[in-house]
């Protein structure tokens, strides 16, 4: 058998001289290959486009707050750049027409694209990947039990939430803001999706008896954090990664989540939940099965619990910032206050009272994208959008950059909240998203958030415990230390 020796001294100079040739062919090759497409004599956006195909910009758009990313870049580019982050060719963009058109086109020449691991997770028939007219069936059971007709009566029970949690808070003198608005969040999602709070499901209990946690919700909220963590991992379900660890929670929660189903399947409990439009006929009259109906349940809680989550947590900091804006929302709630009886519930009426709260609200998810780095797109095919084109399979991430171009707001790095007592024009403020796949719990993060703000701001004055720690920027944005405060009843 003939065999290769490395001492060979042509195979040496070959080697050395061949593989940089074939990496430089193959990275040439893969070039062309992405600024070929079917539109003739239209370029993709400029950009510092590295031509190494799985690293491209990753380390240079990773390694530093995503803001400075994209400021850099649009300052060398302009508002639409090309650049190539995680292994995909994409178009980045702060602009706010390319933005609303690439929403307007949604499920016509663009899908909804998010990372393989949170595709996994969430299951491949969520919403969040649903198409055409089946997308448009789901979304009215969504719209339509989380509606403000089904929320007026839930919003006692939020009020209940946030007054336990505020009461739990009397007893400590430092609390964590990003711990605590989880818990609310996560169990206010659960609630008002599958009813955990109102029913009895004994079945149950026996399938996460080793789940850390007091009682059936808190595994739950347990299981739900696991999930969540593996989200935005790489997806290798290996012992000892943050997938594995994901799955392993997703398979308990989807066992719970099945006894939940078929309790509901046979028996005759009737709620007045997410999981009961997910369980009856949809428009067309066809029926979700049990796979259908988990992925969904566990999406809506995914969906609603890190938003409102993050949400929360920068409204509490640029709050704490501002003392006079702080002062004067204490001033919203205590009028409010004034006009209830001791420990009579907020009702949905006096949430359309808090203006201010509200703009505030408004300007925290104005000034941080709480949905993560950016919304992203596929291209379905290649699209022609003004003197530019966007290759087929090519990503469009939707920074948050639009929501701060100065002739919409002017000095768009200030916290001003009261910049919207005048709203701006739709399109230039979009935190909820907008057109087809606009999101359904607006109403329901509005009512959870706004009430949270009532019971603290008229419970508590309260300052940072800790100097301001740096930013996490992966996954959802928060505070490295999670927002310590240290709070004192108000009398
Ligand atoms: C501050 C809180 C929230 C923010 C900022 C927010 C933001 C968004 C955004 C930007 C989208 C569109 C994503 C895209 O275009 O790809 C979306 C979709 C969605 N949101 Fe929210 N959301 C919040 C709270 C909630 C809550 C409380 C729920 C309740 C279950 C919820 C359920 C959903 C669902 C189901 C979708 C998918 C809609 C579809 O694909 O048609 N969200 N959300």
């Known amino acids: ?164 949690i505020m009461e739990s808070w009397k007893r400590k003198e430092r609390v964590i803001v990003f711990d605590e608005a989880k818990m609310y969040a996560i169990h206010l999602a659960l609630a008002q999706l599958i009813s955990i709070d109102t029913q009895e499901y004994p079945c149950m209990d026996h ?61 005759d409990v009737k709620c007045n939940d997410l999981l009961e439009g997910l369980l009856s006929p949809l428009e067309d009259g066809t029926l979700l099965d049990d796979e259908q109906v988990m992925d969904n349940v566990i999406t809506g809680v995914g969906a609603a619990e890190v938003t409102t989550t993050t949400a929360l947590v920068w409204m509490v900091k640029w709050i704490q910032e501002n003392p006079e804006l702080h002062r004067e929302l204490q001033n919203e709630m205590d009028a409010i206050k004034k006009t209830k009886a001791n420990g009579e519930e907020l009702t949905y009426d006096d949430i359309k009272k808090m203006n201010l709260t509200l703009w505030t609200m408004y300007e925290t998810l104005r000034l941080r994208k709480v949905t993560g780095f950016f919304i992203a797109r596929t291209a379905d095919q290649d699209v022609r959008y003004k003197d530019v084109v966007i290759p087929k399979n090519w990503v469009v991430a939707m920074t948050h950059g639009y929501h701060l171009d100065p002739n919409y707001y002017p000095e768009p790095e200030k916290f001003n909240p009261y910049r919207f007592q005048t709203m701006p024009p739709a399109h230039t403020f979009t935190p909820f998203g907008a057109s087809v796949r606009l999101c359904p719990g607006k109403e329901m993060a509005k009512i959870e958030i706004l009430t949270f703000m009532y019971h603290m701001l008229t419970s508590f004055s309260w300052e940072p415990a800790e100097p301001e720690g740096e930013t996490i920027w992966h996954l959802f944005p928060h505070p490295r230390n999670k927002l310590p405060i240290k709070v004192t009843p108000r009398t």
């Open 1 to 164: 058998m003939a065999t290769v020796s490395l001492q060979e001294p042509g195979l040496v100079v070959g080697l050395f001289l061949g593989a940089p040739l074939l990496l430089f062919l193959y990275i040439l090759y893969y070039a062309i290959s992405l600024h070929t497409t079917s539109v003739e004599g239209v370029r993709v956006p400029r950009g510092n486009f590295w031509l190494l195909p799985l690293l491209g910009e990753s380390i240079s758009a990773l390694t530093v707050p995503p803001k400075q990313f994209i400021d850099r870049q649009t300052r060398k580019y302009g508002a639409m750049f090309t650049t190539h982050i995680g292994g995909d060719p994409m178009i980045m963009t702060t602009d706010v027409d390319l933005t609303r058109w690439v929403y307007q086109q949604t499920n016509r020449l663009f899908s909804v694209l998010s990372p393989k691991a949170t595709y996994e997770l969430l299951g491949h028939e969520s919403i969040f990947y649903a198409k055409g007219d089946h997308h448009l069936r789901l979304r009215k059971v969504f719209a339509g039990y989380l509606s403000t007709q089904k929320l007026v009566p839930f919003t006692p029970r939020i009020d209940k939430m946030a007054a336990s």
């Open 207 to 267: 399938i996460f008896a080793h789940v850390p946690g007091e009682n059936r919700l808190e595994k739950l909220v347990y299981l739900h954090y696991d999930i969540e963590s593996g989200m935005m991992s790489v997806p290798l379900n290996i012992p000892g990664t943050a997938y594995h660890k994901a799955n392993k929670a997703k398979i308990l929660f989807r066992k719970a989540l099945k006894v939940i189903i078929n309790e509901r399947r046979t028996g």
